[in-house]
């Protein structure tokens, strides 16, 4: 059995080190294409129903409507109500 030097014996540990990551780089990336969902990518919920087929058509992402202020108003005083019933209800 040959003896190896601490230089040697560090020069093929780093040589095992980088053929790990380029086989742990290949699962991801297996993993990635299999499960792009997983990533932020790939159908969603909404694909379903046709709204990824409108992005896709370069239509860009669906923006939520801006509330009036009257409905800001009208949210307000139904959460004040809801959790003004929550803190009673708690007192008991």
């Given at each position: 059995?040959?003896?190896?030097?601490?230089?040697?014996?560090?020069?093929?540990?780093?040589?095992?080190?980088?053929?790990?990551?380029?086989?742990?780089?290949?699962?991801?990336?297996?993993?990635?294409?299999?499960?792009?969902?997983?990533?932020?990518?790939?159908?969603?919920?909404?694909?379903?129903?046709?709204?990824?087929?409108?992005?896709?058509?370069?239509?860009g992402r669906r923006r939520r409507r801006g509330m009036s202020a009257?409905?800001?108003?009208?949210?307000?005083?139904?959460?004040?109500?809801?959790?003004?019933?929550?803190?009673?209800?708690?007192?008991?």
């Amino acid at each position: 059995m040959a003896t190896l030097n601490q230089e040697q014996l560090r020069r093929l540990a780093r040589l095992g080190a980088i053929a790990r990551l380029e086989q742990l780089h290949q699962e991801e990336a297996a993993i990635r294409a299999e499960f792009p969902e997983l990533f932020g990518r790939g159908r969603r919920a909404g694909a379903a129903n046709g709204q990824a087929a409108a992005s896709a058509e370069g239509r860009g992402r669906r923006r939520r409507r801006g509330m009036s202020a009257a409905q800001r108003k009208q949210v307000s005083e139904r959460m004040r109500k809801y959790w003004a019933e929550r803190r009673k209800a708690k007192g008991k």
